[in-house]
């Protein structure tokens, strides 16, 4: 089974295209570690082909506030900084007319097994526009590309395992760790999700998700990691501290960074 869910090496994330790494974690939060095997420097951003339309997923300092807004919600949980998200819902030649946009890792997670997966989540800056545009559950989510490896449809080798989450506790601010194995709801693109029956019209818990791949085949492995939005309503908005198993990955506007999970 392969380790790099896990914290092994030492390494340090970042993104070439804006900059080297920095920012150290909010203090308390997690320790910081240069470790996790997570990534080299050109392994995080925009996975292009998965991009529809002109959004934004860019690092970025904050966003701090909203304006009245206090305390520890009122900054980013990790850092300084966070992934800004925008992405607008009628403006393509396509049909849905909506964008699309996933950042993520095409490299470091290939070949890890989904059953490895115990832990994942992240915090988001919500805003009560957001909720107005499309309802509590307009919401970025997590998606893994993966290869199913489903006995019972034995020639797919794609689908996207895809969260979504339920409504935000808060809106402009931060939220709280909003765990993507307890709460929310799965779902599988393609003939894997007609297979196994947690597709887009019949959701399922992670943990009802992770028995439907175990049919008894090979073990259905990760091909790409991401955080992501569209193609449905507009949002725009921020996440942070992208949890996968003991690994939290700080968005930070000069880079990404891992850090051990407290």
Known sequence: MSARFDVRRKVLLGVTALAAVAAAAVPGAASAVTGGGGGRADHWGVITRNTIGSPVAALRNGPFGSFGVTGPSARPPYGTG????????DSTSLTPPSEKVDFGNEVDF?????SGLNRLGFHVFQTGENVSYGGPRNM????????PNLTAAPATTYSSMVWVPDAS???DRWS???DATTTGQWFLTGAAGTATGCNQTTLCTFPQLKAALADGGAPATVYTVAVGKGRDSMWIGAVDGLRLNQKVYDFEA????VVRAG
């Open 254 to 257: 000069k880079g990404v960074r």
């Open 169 to 171: 506790p808060v809106t």
């Open 176 to 178: 709280p760790f909003l």
């Open 82 to 89: 966070s992934l800004g998200i925008e992405v607008a819902d």
């Open 110 to 114: 290939y070949g890890d097994p989904v």
């Open 140 to 147: 970025p989510n997590i998606r893994f590309e993966i290869n």
